[in-house]
Protein backbone atom coordinates (compact mmCIF):
# COMPACT_ATOMS: atom_id res chain seq x y z
CA UNK A 1 0.00 0.00 0.00
CA UNK A 2 0.81 3.94 -0.50
CA UNK A 3 0.91 6.38 1.66
CA UNK A 4 2.52 9.94 2.59
CA UNK A 5 4.28 11.57 4.72
CA UNK A 6 4.05 15.31 5.33
CA UNK A 7 6.66 16.92 8.07
CA UNK A 8 4.98 20.12 9.42
CA UNK A 9 1.33 21.23 9.37
CA UNK A 10 1.87 23.91 9.49
CA UNK A 11 4.55 26.72 7.83
CA UNK A 12 5.21 30.40 8.48
CA UNK A 13 8.03 31.92 6.39
CA UNK A 14 8.67 35.53 5.89
CA UNK A 15 8.03 37.07 2.51
CA UNK A 16 11.18 36.67 0.50
CA UNK A 17 12.48 33.64 2.57
CA UNK A 18 12.64 30.20 1.06
CA UNK A 19 9.89 27.97 1.26
CA UNK A 20 10.50 24.26 2.23
CA UNK A 21 7.88 22.08 2.44
CA UNK A 22 8.92 17.91 3.35
CA UNK A 23 7.50 15.11 1.71
CA UNK A 24 8.06 11.45 2.24
CA UNK A 25 6.21 8.45 0.54
CA UNK A 26 6.26 4.70 0.66
CA UNK A 27 5.32 2.85 -2.79
CA UNK A 28 5.53 -1.27 -3.81
CA UNK A 29 6.21 0.09 -7.22
CA UNK A 30 8.04 3.29 -8.88
CA UNK A 31 5.35 5.82 -8.02
CA UNK A 32 3.98 9.15 -9.85
CA UNK A 33 3.99 11.98 -7.43
CA UNK A 34 2.09 15.19 -7.30
CA UNK A 35 2.07 18.80 -4.93
CA UNK A 36 -1.20 20.13 -5.03
CA UNK A 37 -2.50 23.60 -3.59
CA UNK A 38 -5.38 24.62 -2.23
CA UNK A 39 -6.33 28.72 -1.59
CA UNK A 40 -9.08 28.94 1.17
CA UNK A 41 -12.49 27.63 -0.03
CA UNK A 42 -11.46 26.78 -3.07
CA UNK A 43 -10.65 22.86 -4.69
CA UNK A 44 -7.20 22.00 -4.95
CA UNK A 45 -4.85 22.68 -7.73
CA UNK A 46 -1.77 20.79 -9.61
CA UNK A 47 1.27 23.14 -8.98
CA UNK A 48 3.55 20.03 -10.34
CA UNK A 49 3.85 16.33 -11.43
CA UNK A 50 6.90 13.88 -11.14
CA UNK A 51 6.05 11.06 -13.42
CA UNK A 52 9.65 8.82 -14.20
CA UNK A 53 11.42 11.34 -16.01
CA UNK A 54 13.84 14.27 -15.05
CA UNK A 55 14.25 14.13 -11.09
CA UNK A 56 13.94 17.72 -10.67
CA UNK A 57 10.65 19.16 -11.66
CA UNK A 58 9.80 22.64 -12.14
CA UNK A 59 6.04 23.54 -12.09
CA UNK A 60 3.44 27.21 -11.11
CA UNK A 61 4.31 29.74 -9.75
CA UNK A 62 8.17 29.24 -9.84
CA UNK A 63 7.82 25.95 -7.15
CA UNK A 64 9.56 23.08 -7.64
CA UNK A 65 10.53 19.42 -6.55
CA UNK A 66 12.99 17.18 -6.62
CA UNK A 67 12.78 13.46 -6.31
CA UNK A 68 15.42 11.30 -4.36
CA UNK A 69 14.58 7.68 -4.70
CA UNK A 70 17.19 6.80 -2.08
CA UNK A 71 15.40 9.21 0.54
CA UNK A 72 11.99 8.25 -0.80
CA UNK A 73 11.10 11.89 -0.80
CA UNK A 74 9.70 14.99 -2.93
CA UNK A 75 10.25 18.15 -1.27
CA UNK A 76 8.83 21.32 -2.63
CA UNK A 77 10.37 24.56 -2.38
CA UNK A 78 10.26 28.07 -3.42
CA UNK A 79 13.30 30.24 -3.66
CA UNK A 80 11.32 33.28 -2.12
CA UNK A 81 7.93 33.63 -0.87
CA UNK A 82 5.42 36.08 -2.09
CA UNK A 83 2.23 36.48 0.00
CA UNK A 84 -0.21 35.32 -2.67
CA UNK A 85 1.89 31.64 -1.80
CA UNK A 86 -0.68 31.67 1.74
CA UNK A 87 -2.12 28.56 1.14
CA UNK A 88 -2.54 24.91 1.88
CA UNK A 89 -0.43 22.30 0.27
CA UNK A 90 -0.71 18.61 -0.47
CA UNK A 91 1.59 15.86 -1.36
CA UNK A 92 0.40 12.82 -3.22
CA UNK A 93 1.16 9.96 -4.68
CA UNK A 94 -0.24 7.05 -7.23
CA UNK A 95 1.27 4.19 -7.97
CA UNK A 96 2.84 4.75 -11.17
CA UNK A 97 1.11 4.48 -14.84
CA UNK A 98 -1.06 1.58 -12.92
CA UNK A 99 -2.32 3.65 -10.46
CA UNK A 100 -5.42 5.23 -10.87
CA UNK A 101 -5.72 6.65 -7.23
CA UNK A 102 -4.50 9.00 -4.86
CA UNK A 103 -3.01 9.04 -1.80
CA UNK A 104 -2.69 12.26 -0.09
CA UNK A 105 -0.67 13.24 3.03
CA UNK A 106 -1.79 15.47 5.73
CA UNK A 107 -1.26 18.92 4.26
CA UNK A 108 1.12 21.99 4.84
CA UNK A 109 -0.62 25.18 5.38
CA UNK A 110 1.61 28.14 4.79
CA UNK A 111 1.82 31.27 6.46
CA UNK A 112 3.95 34.22 4.86
CA UNK A 113 4.68 37.29 7.03
CA UNK A 114 5.01 40.36 5.48
CA UNK B 1 -15.53 24.95 -20.09
CA UNK B 2 -16.83 24.64 -16.65
CA UNK B 3 -15.03 21.59 -15.71
CA UNK B 4 -15.91 19.81 -12.71
CA UNK B 5 -19.07 21.00 -11.17
CA UNK B 6 -20.62 19.86 -7.27
CA UNK B 7 -23.48 20.78 -5.76
CA UNK B 8 -24.61 22.15 -3.46
CA UNK B 9 -21.41 24.33 -1.77
CA UNK B 10 -23.11 23.46 1.22
CA UNK B 11 -25.57 22.28 3.33
CA UNK B 12 -26.80 21.43 6.81
CA UNK B 13 -28.10 17.83 7.52
CA UNK B 14 -30.05 16.51 11.14
CA UNK B 15 -28.81 13.37 12.28
CA UNK B 16 -30.31 10.28 10.24
CA UNK B 17 -31.44 12.76 6.88
CA UNK B 18 -30.58 11.48 3.31
CA UNK B 19 -28.63 13.67 1.08
CA UNK B 20 -26.88 13.43 -2.63
CA UNK B 21 -24.14 15.42 -3.64
CA UNK B 22 -24.04 16.09 -7.50
CA UNK B 23 -21.11 15.87 -9.12
CA UNK B 24 -20.69 16.47 -13.04
CA UNK B 25 -17.53 17.10 -15.56
CA UNK B 26 -17.86 18.31 -19.03
CA UNK B 27 -14.64 17.17 -20.00
CA UNK B 28 -15.06 13.71 -21.23
CA UNK B 29 -12.91 11.81 -18.54
CA UNK B 30 -13.47 8.24 -17.89
CA UNK B 31 -12.03 8.52 -14.09
CA UNK B 32 -14.28 10.32 -11.63
CA UNK B 33 -13.04 10.09 -7.39
CA UNK B 34 -14.85 11.44 -4.47
CA UNK B 35 -13.00 12.67 -1.41
CA UNK B 36 -13.38 14.15 2.07
CA UNK B 37 -11.06 16.30 3.46
CA UNK B 38 -10.89 16.63 6.99
CA UNK B 39 -8.70 18.96 8.94
CA UNK B 40 -4.55 17.60 9.62
CA UNK B 41 -5.89 14.48 7.31
CA UNK B 42 -5.72 15.35 4.16
CA UNK B 43 -8.34 13.77 1.42
CA UNK B 44 -9.48 10.06 1.66
CA UNK B 45 -10.74 8.40 -1.10
CA UNK B 46 -14.53 7.42 -0.59
CA UNK B 47 -15.34 5.69 -4.36
CA UNK B 48 -14.10 6.02 -7.61
CA UNK B 49 -15.00 4.95 -11.22
CA UNK B 50 -13.20 4.18 -13.69
CA UNK B 51 -16.25 4.33 -16.39
CA UNK B 52 -20.26 4.43 -16.95
CA UNK B 53 -21.87 1.50 -14.58
CA UNK B 54 -18.06 0.75 -13.30
CA UNK B 55 -17.62 1.75 -9.75
CA UNK B 56 -15.36 0.85 -6.47
CA UNK B 57 -14.63 1.45 -3.05
CA UNK B 58 -11.87 3.51 -1.77
CA UNK B 59 -10.49 4.12 1.54
CA UNK B 60 -13.39 5.20 3.40
CA UNK B 61 -16.25 3.83 1.86
CA UNK B 62 -18.85 3.19 5.07
CA UNK B 63 -22.15 5.46 5.19
CA UNK B 64 -21.99 6.39 1.52
CA UNK B 65 -23.52 5.29 -2.09
CA UNK B 66 -22.40 6.13 -5.66
CA UNK B 67 -23.44 5.55 -8.88
CA UNK B 68 -22.35 6.07 -12.61
CA UNK B 69 -24.80 6.35 -14.87
CA UNK B 70 -23.57 8.25 -17.67
CA UNK B 71 -19.80 9.81 -18.28
CA UNK B 72 -20.35 13.00 -17.19
CA UNK B 73 -22.07 12.66 -13.99
CA UNK B 74 -21.24 10.85 -10.41
CA UNK B 75 -23.31 11.78 -7.50
CA UNK B 76 -22.51 10.60 -3.99
CA UNK B 77 -25.33 9.46 -1.67
CA UNK B 78 -25.39 9.53 2.25
CA UNK B 79 -27.95 7.46 3.80
CA UNK B 80 -28.72 8.18 7.52
CA UNK B 81 -26.29 10.81 8.05
CA UNK B 82 -23.96 11.08 11.13
CA UNK B 83 -21.89 13.64 12.71
CA UNK B 84 -19.04 12.03 11.64
CA UNK B 85 -19.80 12.23 8.13
CA UNK B 86 -19.29 17.11 8.57
CA UNK B 87 -16.42 17.57 6.31
CA UNK B 88 -15.87 18.81 3.01
CA UNK B 89 -16.61 16.77 0.13
CA UNK B 90 -14.35 16.81 -3.42
CA UNK B 91 -15.16 15.42 -6.38
CA UNK B 92 -12.35 14.96 -9.35
CA UNK B 93 -12.30 13.75 -12.58
CA UNK B 94 -8.97 12.55 -14.61
CA UNK B 95 -8.63 11.21 -18.47
CA UNK B 96 -6.53 8.28 -16.99
CA UNK B 97 -4.32 6.44 -15.39
CA UNK B 98 -1.24 8.50 -14.43
CA UNK B 99 -3.28 11.60 -15.41
CA UNK B 100 -3.85 14.75 -13.37
CA UNK B 101 -7.07 15.08 -11.22
CA UNK B 102 -9.17 17.91 -11.78
CA UNK B 103 -10.93 19.03 -8.53
CA UNK B 104 -14.68 20.71 -8.03
CA UNK B 105 -14.54 23.48 -5.49
CA UNK B 106 -15.77 21.25 -3.16
CA UNK B 107 -19.07 20.65 -0.60
CA UNK B 108 -19.57 21.39 2.99
CA UNK B 109 -21.55 19.00 4.43
CA UNK B 110 -22.85 19.65 8.56
CA UNK B 111 -24.25 16.85 10.20
CA UNK B 112 -25.93 18.38 13.70
Known amino acids: AQSVTQLGSHVSVSEGALVLLRCNYS??????LFWYVQYPNQGLQLLLK??????LVKGINGFEAEFKKSETSFHLTKPSAHMSDAAEYFC????????????FGGGTRVLVKP | NAGVTQTPKFRILKIGQSMTLQCAQDMNHNYMYWYRQDPGMGLKLIYY???????DKGEVPNGYNVSRSTTEDFPLRLELAAPSQTSVYFCASSAGLGNVLTFGAGSRLTVL
Open chain 1, 27 to 32: SSVPPY
Open chain 1, 92 to 103: AVSEGVAGNKLT
Open chain 1, 50 to 55: YTSAAT
Open chain 2, 49 to 55: SVGAGIT
